[in-house]
């Protein structure tokens, strides 16, 4: 309600009604928007019209590139060509299938669901040989996504560490710093504690629920039950050995290429970062960046750091839980028998590190 | 996948401000979604540290949330989040140059904040920071860090002076300077330095001792940062110290307790109320403080000579100094050293034959040349050394063909290096400049007039008789005006201390005519004595009601009435000898007449002949005793009481006293500009009628009137500023006019009874004074 002259004179302007006048264009709303734009010209992406197809590896090159796009769904479509076109050309394909799996990799952290799931199905076709030299790349990124608020990227890269297990069982667990930071980060996910006395003591807290009960998105028991099927297949490449001893392998490998002495050091390394071991460049390690790639250098690991006894109690815990997720709990649990069969808890043993 | 129920919890945990604040409010609960982020922050940092050029944008995104997140709550988790300050630390130092900027500023921002919750102290971040400040290439980085840097400091020295921290900073900027004096990182330590110097959290030597080192390096920027600081520095930190206090006085108290009269009363408003009353306490508290020492730059500098000669054989004297200044800077250097020769009088010779290239009047900018060789004269300068100075300025400036700014400007300059230093002047030179007295162009004139009266004090035996003036013959005649000798200083006195002596005398002849005592008597000595004593001790009672009752702690009161009683006991030791002493210098034979003939003796008449004599017993009567209070106070109203008497018959030597007042109270410690040289000029010249308008205006030249506006707009403004109530003519004029309505239909129908009794009622209010009366 105006008052005042002004007021009044503005409101009545309001509803003053246009005159309209014959051979005038009508004049423009107020709230009138331009959507005339100029152009000199359009450009097309990708219209070259030429004679012959753009060639396969120009277009996987193309698609790789749009792994960087913007937009979700472009991100997917290329995913979804690289994938046909893997597929399809399995002999002879073109390009370098480490470079686009070091490439595809950035996107295990995509935000959209999409694109993640796509991309699993592209690691999927992907050859295992080819995954090893860039293991590294993934395992990162896996390992962050493992303890991610989201429960998509959770959920991803849960599938892509058993994925990765399944096709690089020992590549992944003896690379370096992976096999201590792992485990802590399955605890962390899992919320097992350790027979820690300072969060003993500290679980005062009325709002403090038995910490097992509660992992991480307790309520979405599908991630719960990937959680533990990746845990198991990772203890299960770490503590149990598969296929032969290294020196039998070795003698094997001798007696292949009989004449020729030491040919694996003079070849391309099948191994991702053959001389990491060595940590020419980097700081000093600490025992959690070590790389341990035997099996009993693992185990002692496991057992020294306290956290065989801490999943063990953990696992306990989830069988007692029953259903599905006892069923697989206790199938972890038949994993850390197996792989800890000969160990000895009270044994004292020296620190090597 | 079918819609399924989520609860609450679940559908906000994704976002980690949400996470944020629920830690914050139970840390214990939210242990493990802690960690879990914390180790996702540890693998996406080791992704980062993998390829830190060519990391994508999604985990650069999700890297800087999670530090932001970490950041936030470390202080919650202190064994978790250790190595939290040592990878920002180490992330900054190695990749600063490579982090994307949003995450850097961001790994910067943390830092500081984990400072404010005491994760890391302040010297580990200013360790980390500056050295980024130094190397970094980003301006906006510098920028950001520079602001760190220096609130860090702030903050770090706002309870109380932080004493380590601050000489640990000083240390590192000095170093920074010593190091390399070449290089233009010291331009940092100036700013930092100055910035700090300003808000008086820094203003002790060692800060000093920075801008000197700054002054005395090898980058030119470098050079003019420490020169600069050292010529104005001072003033801005008291233009910084005023704006602050000016910015103080928001809070209106009683218009806070008004409002809280009136509206409703709320807990809220009470405790607003209750903080704005604690920080008027706090403002009213900070204004009775003491107010801070704070010693110039200038005072603070330890050995001024070398500093001064450092500076003139380093940046001036030398054909080619290492640093290539230009003349706007070389002029700032020698600004900077004449002052510092001024201010300290200290002595450098080369300076004035350096001088002399450069006093022509084709030289650019060269009205600063002849300030800063004023600035740069004092009286313990040879005058050797400054009269071919003179002698040169006289002869390429002053001269009838010359331009009258010139002229003016040289007089004018000629003056001022005279005033310091007066024997710098020969007398014919001085008998010829005088001769401008008569110039048509009125600067040259005012300029040659003032050079006469200033000699017509210093060395009038200088001028032609005709010019000595009244004053200045008769005390050439006296003896009273007697040139002063190179390197003569004045003896100290107190000014009208043999007023104060004379007053006292008649007192006593007063006191003692009163009583019926006769005039003056040899067994009186011991009645005098007392006498005297009696007074003493009244003028030290008379302490506490002269003093200014500023301060109400009852423990100064104490002291004061202790120090009365060591008073009286001193004076009980040492008043007879000086009596007896008083008597005998003043009547060496024959104490009764020569006494007597001294009291007759009218007051204000001088004394030529007996002037030496008198200077002896006045230096007794200031060395002998101890003066109270009340002799103090006394001695500061018969000298002001003599300053009037002296100066009313003559209103142009009151006039030319004033002036001469001024220039005496120009503090040492200003500088002189070439403003001051050349302003005479101004008056050469008529002024145009748009500066005669703004002048009358009361506006500085190039300013405008920001609005036109009626007087009586203007007023009411003024009023209405003030918080000043409106009149009973101004409440009616803005009444509602409805109103006014019923009023003035009522008025038309009243019969003659009813107006008359209207009228009357009227006319005995206005009696009265209003409805109420002026009673009370």
Redesign the interface.
């Known amino acids: 309600m105006g008052s005042s002259a002004k007021r009044k004179k503005e409101k009545k302007q309001d509803f003053q009604k246009p005159k309209l006048k014959v051979g005038k264009t009508k004049p423009k709303a107020a709230n009138f928007t331009s959507t005339s734009f100029k152009a000199k010209s359009i450009v097309l992406t990708q219209s070259t019209l030429s004679t012959t197809a753009p060639s396969l590896d120009a277009q996987i090159l193309h698609n790789v590139s749009l792994f960087k796009s913007k937009s979700d769904s472009q991100r997917k479509d290329a995913l979804a060509f690289i994938t046909n076109a893997i597929m399809e050309h399995r002999k002879g394909f073109p390009y370098q299938v480490g470079e686009i799996f070091k490439e595809a990799c950035k996107l295990l952290l995509d935000r959209s669901d999409g694109v993640r799931n796509e991309l699993l199905k592209l690691l999927t076709q992907l050859p295992a040989v080819e995954v090893t030299i860039h293991i590294a790349e993934p395992l990162l990124r896996i390992r962050a996504g493992m303890t991610s608020l989201a429960k998509g990227i959770r959920f991803t890269s849960y599938d892509a560490l058993i994925w990765l297990l399944k096709s690089n069982g020992e590549e992944v667990v003896s690379s370096v710093g992976t096999w201590v930071k792992y485990l802590q980060s399955f605890q962390s996910a899992f919320a097992f504690h350790a027979k820690d006395p300072a969060i003993a003591t500290n679980t005062s807290g009325w709002s403090t629920l038995p910490s097992s009960v509660q992992p991480i998105g307790s309520n979405d028991s599908k991630v719960l039950m990937k959680q533990i099927q990746a845990l198991e297949s990772f203890l299960r490449a770490g503590l149990i050995q598969t296929g032969e001893d290294s020196e039998v392998l070795a003698a094997q490998s001798a007696a292949r290429s009989f004449p020729l002495w030491h040919t694996e050091y003079h070849t391309m390394p099948t191994r991702s970062k053959p001389f990491a071991r060595l940590n020419l460049f980097g700081p000093p390690r600490s025992a959690e960046d070590e790389m341990y790639d035997d099996v009993d250098e693992r185990r002692r690991v496991f057992a020294e750091l306290g956290l065989y006894r801490t999943f063990a109690h953990g696992i306990k815990t989830l069988r007692k839980q029953g259903g599905e997720v006892g069923r697989a709990a206790s199938q972890v649990e038949k994993v850390l028998a197996e792989g800890m069969v000969d160990w000895d808890e009270d044994k004292e043993y020296e620190v090597a590190f | 996948m079918g819609k399924r129920k989520?609860?609450a919890l679940?559908k906000v945990?994704?976002?980690?401000p949400n996470?944020q604040h629920k830690i914050r409010r139970?840390p214990?609960?939210y242990?493990?979604?802690f960690?879990?982020?914390?180790?996702?922050y540890?693998?996406?940092i080791?992704?980062y540290l993998?390829s830190p050029s060519t990391s994508?944008d999604?985990?650069i995104v999700?890297l800087r949330e999670l530090i932001d997140f970490v950041s936030h709550v470390a202080d919650c988790y202190p064994?978790v989040a250790s190595g939290f300050a040592d990878d920002l630390k180490n992330l900054l130092a190695s990749h600063h140059a490579d982090l994307e900027s949003e995450l850097r500023d961001k790994v910067v921002g943390s830092l500081v904040l984990i400072r404010k919750k005491e994760i890391i102290d302040s010297a580990t971040l200013l360790t980390t920071l500056f050295p980024l400040l130094l190397t970094t290439a980003s301006k906006s980085l510098r920028v950001l860090l520079f602001q760190k840097i220096l609130s860090e400091l702030r903050t770090a020295n706002s309870k109380s002076t932080n004493h380590r921290l601050n000489r640990q900073v000083q240390t590192l900027l000095y170093d920074l300077l010593a190091s390399d004096p070449t290089s233009p990182k010291g331009i940092w330590a100036v700013k930092l330095t100055r910035e700090l110097w300003k808000r008086q959290i820094w203003s002790d030597t060692k800060a000093v001792e920075i801008m000197k080192e700054a002054a005395l390096s090898q980058n030119e920027k470098v050079v003019c940062g420490g020169v600069r600081f050292f010529l104005g520095g001072d003033k801005e930190r008291e233009e910084a110290a005023e704006e602050s206090s000016d910015e103080e006085d928001t809070v209106d108290m009683a218009k806070l307790k008004h409002q809280a009269g009136i509206s409703k009363k709320t807990k809220k408003k009470a405790a607003d109320l209750k903080k704005a009353a604690a920080t008027v306490k706090r403002k009213e508290r900070k204004k009775k403080a003491p107010h801070p020492l704070n010693f110039s730059a200038l005072h603070l500098l330890n050995d001024p000579q070398g500093f001064a000669e450092k500076l003139f054989f380093q940046h001036l004297y030398p054909q080619h100094p290492k640093v290539r200044l230009n003349l706007e800077q070389k002029l700032l250097v020698l600004q900077l050293v004449s002052r510092l020769v001024g201010l300290h009088k200290l002595t450098l010779i080369q300076l004035y034959s350096y001088f002399l290239k450069f006093l022509t009047p084709r030289q650019p900018s060269v009205t600063s040349f002849l300030a800063s060789l004023a600035q740069a004269t004092h009286n313990l300068v040879p005058p050797d050394a400054l009269e071919p100075l003179v002698q040169k300025v006289a002869n390429e400036f002053v001269s009838e063909a010359a331009a009258a700014e010139v002229a003016s400007a040289g007089l004018n300059a000629i003056r001022e290096i005279c005033v310091r230093q007066p024997l710098a002047m020969n007398e014919t030179l001085l008998q010829d400049l005088v001769m401008y007295r008569k110039s048509k162009d009125k600067g040259t004139m005012m300029a040659a007039k003032g050079l006469v009266s200033l000699y017509r004090e210093v060395g009038a035996e200088l001028l032609k008789k005709r010019d000595r003036g009244k004053e200045a013959a008769l005390g050439l005649r006296s003896g009273a005006l007697k040139e002063r000798r190179f390197g003569e200083s004045e003896e100290g006195g107190i000014e009208g201390l043999d007023l104060l002596e004379k007053f006292k005398e008649e007192e006593r002849q007063r006191k003692r005519d009163e009583k019926g005592l006769p005039e003056d008597d040899d067994n009186d000595e011991a009645l005098r004595i007392a006498e005297e004593e009696q007074e003493e001790v009244e003028g030290w009672k008379n302490w506490d009601a002269e003093d200014d009752d500023s301060d109400d702690s009852g423990g100064w009161i104490n002291v004061e009435s202790d120090g009365e009683d060591i008073n009286i006991s001193d004076s009980d030791d040492e008043k007879p000898p000086p009596a007896k002493k008083l008597r005998t210098s003043s009547s060496p034979t024959s104490k009764n007449g020569e006494a007597n003939d001294e009291k007759k003796q009218p007051p204000a008449t001088p004394d030529p002949t007996n002037a030496s004599q008198r200077v002896a017993e006045v230096s007794k009567l200031a060395t002998t005793r101890i003066l109270t209070p009340a002799d103090l106070a006394k001695l500061n109203e018969l000298r002001t009481q003599a300053s009037i008497q002296s100066h009313l018959p003559a209103a142009r030597r009151k006039q030319l006293q004033l002036a001469a007042q001024a220039a005496a109270s120009r503090h040492a410690d200003d500088a002189i500009t070439a403003e001051t040289i050349s302003g005479l000029a101004a008056l050469s010249s008529k002024a145009t009628r748009e500066e005669k308008i703004a002048h009358a205006r009361g506006l500085k030249p190039g300013e405008q009137r920001e609005k036109h506006q009626s007087t009586t707009a203007m007023r009411k403004a003024k009023k209405e500023a003030e918080g000043k109530s409106t009149t009973n003519k101004e409440k009616a004029r803005k009444k509602n006019f409805l109103m006014t309505l019923g009023k003035a239909k009522k008025k038309g129908k009243r019969s003659l009874v009813e107006t008359r009794k209207v009228l009357r009622g009227h006319l005995e209010r206005q009696k009265r004074g209003g409805k109420r009366g002026n009673k009370g």
Request: cysteine-free.
């Open positions: 989520v609860g679940e945990d994704a976002d980690l996470l139970d214990l609960s242990q493990d979604d960690s879990n982020q914390w180790n996702q540890r693998s996406l080791d992704v993998q994508d999604a985990s999700s064994r």
